[in-house]
């Protein structure tokens, strides 16, 4: 960072650099200083869970009940709201007629949200807010002990933001032994699966390039039971992909209530019926809340499947379900069965099919550190590699010196495995470059590819040992970038080897077309819309908080992997902006036009999706966004292997068939960025 500068009125900004994803240049950004905490709000989960009506009403309904047990036994009701966030619980615990609520909360911003909140529901003087982390609260900053514990501490892991540590603290400290709690156990359970499409987010496979030639990972990545990071997601889009080879077991039992009851590590052997034949993939994980002492209030995470018949399904995002890959893929038997060993510590879970240590796994082969859960479904993909294989058929002979830029890209081995004379591979990303050579090496394709660890700029005529290019491939894909229009650092690349090419050089993909659509999201809208009331509590200090926030944080379009979340079409798809790479990119016009989107549907717009479209040949394209022409049906196919971009609109808009909605575009080559303008 350099210097600070006056902002508009009393905002303190900053020159911040960062690295253009597209350009691959340096470039100084000015940001509010307060940037990083603003984004924080601005993403914080905090919308998407106030807007979880069944959550709000369990948790409202247990706390009367836990109330009426207290009172029932002739006891005064002291309540700690540990995590208070806008202070919703706390005021229906004052609502609900406790003597005395105190509440915490460790993050000020949200600390001072809550106050504001508390105040415009004329709760100020009945709730005491301490400003700080349980762990950090005194007794005397309350009136005496608690002994009625409220608090929702939870992630999609139910003990990953540290559940364990804060309750053990808060009943050896600031409650009373025999206290109760809302909820009062938390359960946890899993359910073992088959799944192609699982298995290609977790490990590479083999690429068939023709009849006798493919290429293989190799057994350096046969093993590793993957990545550090949690593997969320909205699983009943998944209904279909997954075979279920068990029923849903109960792993681990969480007893919020009593002192002493959370342990930091445990572990469970569960003895499974396999209800089918099968390979266990994954566990997939999810956990019910017993949310009542007297047991009648479940709050469940469950799979569609689980659920009753008729049962309406709550739709949440800050509590999806998990997938845990065992180190052992498993062979089961229908009917034999097979053990599920469970593992938890402080803060995570993991799950095996064998004993193991006590030690959370870790990625050991470098795979699942260097390519996320999505690029690695992405270079699994079938559809996706045959696009490239059909490309390089057509164009490469056995004359041909390719250059490939993408990152952790297994382009320079088809281009290879085809016959190429050789290959030239410049890839951005050090540790994907590193899985990409150890795979060359394992295929015995290192004499034909030359990996170039050298910026593209620095390359000189010796390091392509005096050949001229006359192939270019990209996929194109960049690790830097966010959205479906950043992956475009190969054209800039290009840009500094262009002596290197021959004159006819062949540039794939040629050209990029970004297109847009209007649609109405069945849910994703909820995370930025505003709350208001929320079970009759007025929220709007919280809708504040988090529009000043947006307003200064977020970008205006932001990633997200669509095929999670349904939506309807309401226009048809548009192309907003068309670039040819084989014109470079200083000769590449900028570009400002408007194109309308016009509506077919009557409808609530609340959001706008883009995405890219890369053109391999007059017939063959790729598309990060939309997977084909049926977008008029109920549910629109989104590409699972990409991230599309979409603008959320916080209030919905009804449209009608004759709508039109507005999209200015502007693309700067210069710099490599585009802006869409919504109206
Ligand atoms: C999931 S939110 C729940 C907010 C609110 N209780 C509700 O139900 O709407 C959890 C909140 O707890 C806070 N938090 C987490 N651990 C805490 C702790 N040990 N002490 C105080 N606050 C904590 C987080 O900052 C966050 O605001």
């Keep these: 960072m350099c210097d600070k500068i006056e902002g508009e009125g009393h905002q303190k900004h900053v020159f911040v650099s960062h690295t253009n994803p597209v350009t691959g240049k340096i470039d100084w950004i000015v940001q509010d200083e307060n940037y990083d905490y603003i984004q924080e709000i601005a993403r914080s989960g905090y919308g998407d869970m106030l807007h979880d009506t069944d959550r709000n009403q369990k948790y409202y309904k247990a706390i009367r009940q836990a109330i009426k047990l207290l009172r029932e036994r002739n006891k005064e009701v002291n309540v700690l709201d540990i995590g208070t966030g806008t202070g919703l619980l706390s005021m229906m615990a004052a609502e609900s007629g406790a003597d005395t609520v105190t509440a915490c909360e460790a993050f000020l911003p ?331 090496e394992h295929n015995g394709l290192q004499d034909k590819i030359c990996i170039l660890d050298k910026r593209p700029e620095d390359i000189i005529a010796e390091d392509l040992f005096n050949l001229k290019i006359d192939l270019v491939l990209a996929e194109p894909f960049s690790q830097a970038a966010h959205l479906p229009w950043e992956h475009l650092y190969f054209w800039y690349a290009l840009n500094s080897i262009r002596s290197q090419l021959c004159p006819n050089v062949k540039i794939l993909p040629e050209s990029m077309t970004v297109k847009s659509m209007a649609v109405q999201f069945r849910d994703l809208h909820k995370i930025r819309a505003p709350v208001g009331f929320c079970e009759g509590f007025d929220i709007s200090e919280f809708d504040k908080l988090i529009e000043s926030s947006s307003a200064s944080a977020d970008e205006e379009i932001e990633p997200q992997c669509l095929w999670e979340y349904p939506c309807q079409a309401l226009s048809p798809p548009a192309p907003l902006a068309f670039v040819d790479f084989s014109q470079p990119v200083e000769s590449t016009p900028k570009l400002h036009q408007t194109t309308e989107l016009e509506c077919c549907r009557e409808g609530v717009l609340n959001g706008v999706v883009f995405w890219t479209e890369f053109s391999f040949g007059e017939e063959s394209f790729l598309s990060n966004g939309l997977l084909d022409d049926k977008w008029q049906e109920d549910k629109v196919k989104w590409d699972m292997f990409s991230r599309q971009g979409v603008k959320l609109m916080r209030q919905g808009r009804s449209i009608g068939p004759d709508s039109k909605i507005s999209i200015s575009t502007q693309f700067i080559p210069e710099v490599g960025d585009f802006t869409f303008t919504i109206k």
């Design 110 to 440: 949200m600390a001072k949200c809550a106050k504001n909140v508390m105040e415009a529901n004329n709760f100020g003087s009945k709730v005491k807010l301490i400003p700080k982390r349980s762990t950090n609260v005194r007794l005397d900053d309350m009136e005496q002990r608690a002994n009625l514990l409220v608090t929702e501490l939870f992630d999609t892991e139910l003990i990953g933001e540290g559940a364990i540590a804060s309750y053990t603290d808060a009943h050896l400290r600031l409650m009373e032994e025999d206290c109760v709690a809302v909820p009062t156990t938390g359960i946890m359970y899993v359910q073992a699966v088959q799944s192609e499409l699982l298995r290609s987010w977790n490990s590479l496979q083999p690429v068939q390039l023709s009849d006798r030639v493919s290429i293989t990972a190799g057994p350096r990545f046969s093993s590793c039971s993957g990545a550090p990071s949690l593997h969320d997601l909205q699983v009943d889009e998944l209904a279909g992909k997954l075979k279920l080879l068990s029923a849903p077991v109960e792993v681990f039992r969480f007893d919020f209530s009593h002192r002493n009851a959370l342990a930091k590590n445990e572990e469970s052997l569960v003895q499974t019926l396999a209800l089918q034949d099968g390979n266990i993939d994954a566990f997939l994980m999810w956990w019910d809340l017993i949310m009542d002492p007297q047991g009648e209030i479940i709050l469940s995470c469950a799979p569609c499947w689980v659920r009753g018949k008729g049962e309406k399904i709550p739709w949440r995002d800050h509590w999806m379900q998990a997938l845990y890959y065992p180190t052992n893929r498993l062979s089961i038997q229908k009917g034999n069965m097979f053990d599920v060993y469970s593992h938890h510590d402080e803060y995570s879970l993991w799950f095996e099919t064998e004993p193991s240590g006590n030690h959370r796994p870790v990625c050991t082969d470098g795979l699942h550190v260097a390519f996320s859960r999505t690029r690695l479904g992405q270079i699994n993909s079938k559809k996706r590699n045959q696009v490239f294989i059909d490309a390089i058929k057509e164009h490469v002979t056995e004359d041909s010196v390719c250059l490939v830029v993408s990152d952790g890209s297994l382009l320079p081995l088809m281009a290879a495995g085809l016959g190429a004379k050789q290959v030239f591979y410049i890839d951005m990303n050090r540790p994907c470059c590193r899985i990409i050579e150890g795979i060359i």
